[in-house]
């Protein structure tokens, strides 16, 4: 074989290496957000949760994951992404066999924050690793494609992968299937992902810490006023301690000589608008799983193992859309199928959020499932490539950690609003199905509010960046 050839095959072998390691990586801390969620009632069974303390099973993972992503970020710039990334793969698999051997909810939930931390150290490295492994062009573009696609296929396969594992043998073991990946993942890395250099520079200590303390009073404040109100000390202390943080925390990042989350990435239409999107896309979307989990299982009767194979067709949709998105993307543009997506998953949301006690299963919730399936192949990669567009490599690590926030914090405010939505419903009568049903309606009709803001933010801010970028390459190549 000639020497040219052996080195493209080596160098196919090497990159298809690196893809692996971090897709696979990514997709085992985006499976523990949804892993989770056809175990729900046998843990609260288990552990003696009510409703509010049920969702923060959830939030803690996503609160401490979304609010230290920056940080987690800024470390591997200065401590080198790759040995950064074996740390956070080893804080998560360590915290992933914790949970598996919780023995009370303090504990379940304490270990949830833990895994929390290990993943905030790992997404914005995977991402950081694939941007700096793989050329701008086609390269990049089939890696983000596939990245965005199994933040979508993550999602909806761990319902799957979930619901089996807590009806043949335990919702714990879906945590303990980290363990023995995390290992793998932790002794291939060294072997095959690039050693990047460390940097001068410090960490921005206040920033991450107003960043999490503030977001974790929001998120805390709006569950809250599920039960006692929106007037009640209780709510309103914690919203005035998340605004006073909040704007701490942007008045230090202006300040600051290296802040966390440069204020500059916001500067761009297309980037504001990407993390924005995601947000609302995200927040609504953890909230179907969360919701549509509980219907299937309360409403439907469906055990753990009928609720994760529910999500079949979604998972079936989004992962063949997923393969079609590179070729879609050169013919069509990031930001047209970004716009149809959101307004497929939109429709399929609406769909969703008529569902009575009366629905069947195959018209109330398969159906709509194919069309969010669909909607999101299409729209995360798109929104993954629009947040790290245009950035400078001093800025792309930061710029992934934006994407990854704004991911997980977009699922712990949506769905702190979402069981707020839910509980503000009258029980009535009916039963405790009829109840159910009447709250997962209202939770998925919020989030179809969420799914329209977040069409609007798309059409109004990504959408015209792309248009604008297309117009000036079009007249340099004619000006050429």
Known sequence: MPRTATATVTKN??????????????FMILLDNSIIFTGLPGIQNEMGYNATDLAWVQDAYTLVFGGLLLLGAR???????????????????????????????????????????????????????????FAPGRERTRAVAWYGATAGIGASLGLVIGGALAHWISWRAGFFINVPIGAAMILLAPRCLPASPRSAGRFDVTGAVTAT???????????SSADAGWLAPRTILPLGAAAVLLAV???????????????RLFASRER????????????AMIGFFYFTTQFLQDVLGFNPLQAGMAFFPMTVVNFAVALAIPRLTARFGNAALLAAGVAVTLAGMVCLSRLTVDSSYLAGVALPMV???IGQGLAFAPLTSAGIAKVTAADSGAASGLVNTSHQLGSSLGLAV???????????????????????SAALTAGSVM?????????????????AARSARATERRTV
């Open 213 to 223: 303390l503030g977001m974790g009073a929001l998120v805390f404040g709006i569950i």
């Open 272 to 283: 504001s608008g990407a993390y924005l999107a995601r947000m609302l896309y995200m927040g």
């Open 13 to 26: 072998k090497k990159s298809t290496a690196i893809l692996a390691i971090i897709l696979v990586s990514y």
């Open 75 to 133: 470390a591997g710039d200065l401590l080198g992404r790759r040995r950064i990334f074996i740390i956070g793969l080893a804080v998560f698999a360590t915290a992933s066999l914790l949970i598996g051997l919780a023995p009370n909810g303090q504990w379940l939930i304490g270990a949830r924050a833990l895994q929390g931390v290990g993943a905030a150290v790992v997404a914005p490295s995977s991402l950081s690793l694939l941007t700096a492994s």
């Open 451 to 467: 799914l329209a803001f977040c069409l609007l933010a798309s059409l109004a801010l990504i959408v015209p960046a792309e248009i």
């Open 249 to 263: 925390f942007v008045a230090n990042e202006w300040r600051a000589g290296q802040p966390i989350m440069p204020l």
């Open 418 to 440: 979402l069981v707020t939505a839910a509980a503000s419903t009258s029980t009535g009568a009916g039963g405790a199905r009829a109840a159910m049903a009447g709250h997962v």
């Open 371 to 373: 069309l969010l399936g």
